[in-house]
């Protein structure tokens, strides 16, 4: 079957969370839209398909009464021969953004609701060299990372809600109720390491350590009003102010610098994270995504708090500066984003957030974690820091550290074998126009007069 799948990027050089410097930042420290919409009493997807059609010797015959039976669906051998199905998609993007796929060039047609559907089988694909795949083609920059095609058509994250009532965003179980397990843990170990909503905010609006950007290549120019385009790809970089002249997000009229943390190396151009979604009269939607928090551990080496299958909608306009966009939705509560997050990856991120939080009280040289992520555990041979606020204090603390542990409630089997090792997610946000200036290590700031814009 023809599926878009989609990924996207929130790639954050995550600063110390409550720890013992609160100025100190990571870098510095170094479906289509949703089948059914949501209810509004319970922000649910009915995720119901229609039952399958009876089959030919299930039909009534001339004996029974007209009135007691009713028509058919239209025939196969009507709607599919000869057969409608020749017109595959157009080439695609494998997901890790590796190779350019294609689609065979006759499909199998079926009947549902009375129409005619194709679904067409996976064609070669080929592998890309010198860059990823964008806008279901290869695209190679000649190992120039200042060839990255970025686009005016950017949005800058400007709030990101974990919590929040009635919960967000999505049954993932079946049971009528959203489910928000990760949005729930950090509720409850708020009192120990702090509010992580009001941490978010003010890296986001307070100090602008957190810079978000959202691009979205490929739109149909002109824009139309509401906004429509059934495929857009999207790509996430994490961004900085670097030049001389400041100007406040929030207002919409921003000019960053695209980082190359956004990519997963250098040298492969892989976006850490992307997406393929469309906009139908003014709705975003998108699925089978991947946002990624980045942090660093022992040596720099990167560590993602990692939410995967990741879904999100909204509704998007274009924004002050006239090129980028909006989104918001949801009431005013913002865009809807849903998925789940690998207990492992969770553990991962916090102990790597120890490891930048409490900077003076360990051995770094030892490269000991307070927290074994294989089976949920705590070190006790962690040094103990009592005198430091939040996390650092929790996880030395052998009680307060098991109580942390035995809190987190995981309730998805993300591979199938039984058992429940992830955790289901779901998040606000909004965003605003900007601009991308450069890119790093690019030539000059804007703010030198021989700065050529992208």
């Not at 595959?88 to 997901?95: F, L, M, N």
């Not at 957030?353 to 900077?359: A, D, I, M, Q, V």
């Not at 809190?407 to 779901?426: K, Q, R, T």
């Amino acid at each position: 079957m023809h599926i878009h799948a989609w990924m996207i990027v929130f790639v954050v050089a995550a600063p110390s969370l409550f720890g013992c410097d609160e100025g100190q930042t990571a870098a510095e420290a170094d479906a289509t839209r949703d089948t059914a919409q949501a209810t509004d009493a319970s922000l649910i997807e009915d995720t119901s398909v229609d039952s399958a059609r009876p089959n030919d010797s299930a039909v009534p015959t001339d004996s029974v009464s007209a009135t007691d039976i009713e028509s058919p669906p239209a025939d196969v051998a009507v709607l599919c021969q000869p057969n409608p199905c020749t017109t595959p998609p157009p080439s695609g993007c494998s997901v890790d953004r590796g190779a350019e796929t294609t689609y065979a060039a006759v499909g199998d047609c079926t009947v549902v609701s009375g129409a005619e559907q194709c679904d067409y089988a996976p064609g070669p694909s080929t592998l890309c060299s010198g860059g990823p795949c964008l806008l279901g083609a290869c695209f190679d920059l000649g190992g120039d990372r200042c060839a990255w095609p970025y686009t005016d058509r950017v949005s800058y994250i400007s709030e990101i809600r974990f919590q929040g009532e009635p919960a967000c965003c999505h049954d993932f179980d079946g049971d009528a109720q959203v489910d928000n397990h990760l949005g729930t843990y950090l509720a409850q170990i708020a009192p120990v390491i702090g509010d992580w909503d009001d941490y978010l905010a003010n890296e986001i609006s307070g100090n602008h350590n957190m810079n978000l950007l959202l691009d979205f290549m490929g739109l149909d120019e002109p824009l139309t009003d509401p906004i429509n385009d059934p495929f857009v790809d999207v790509i996430g970089y994490e961004a900085n102010f670097d030049g001389e002249v400041f100007v406040e997000p929030a207002t919409g009229n921003a000019e960053l610098m695209l980082k190359m943390l956004s990519f997963i190396t250098e040298e492969s151009f892989m976006p850490r994270d992307r997406a393929v979604a469309r906009i139908d009269q003014g709705h975003i939607t998108a699925s089978d995504g991947r946002l990624a928090i980045v942090n660093f551990g022992f040596d720099d080496a990167k560590v993602e708090l990692l939410i995967e299958d990741m879904h999100f909608e909204g509704d998007v306009s274009v924004g002050p500066n006239g090129r980028g966009l909006v989104l918001d939705g949801d009431g005013g509560r913002g865009a809807r984003l849903w998925g789940r997050v690998a207990r492992k990856s969770l553990l991962d991120w916090m102990n790597a957030e120890f490891h930048w939080g409490c900077c003076t009280v360990y051995a770094e040289e030892d490269h000991r974690y307070p927290l074994d992520p294989a089976t949920a555990t705590c070190n006790t041979a962690v040094t103990p820091c009592s005198e430091e606020a939040g996390l650092c204090a929790a996880l030395t603390d052998p009680d307060t550290c098991e109580s942390l542990m035995a809190l987190l409630d995981l309730d998805i089997d993300s591979d199938g074998d039984g058992e429940n090792d992830a955790m289901s997610v779901g998040l606000h946000f909004k965003a605003t126009s900007a601009r991308i200036g450069w890119i790093e290590g690019c030539g000059p700031a804007p703010t030198d007069p021989n700065f050529v814009p992208h």
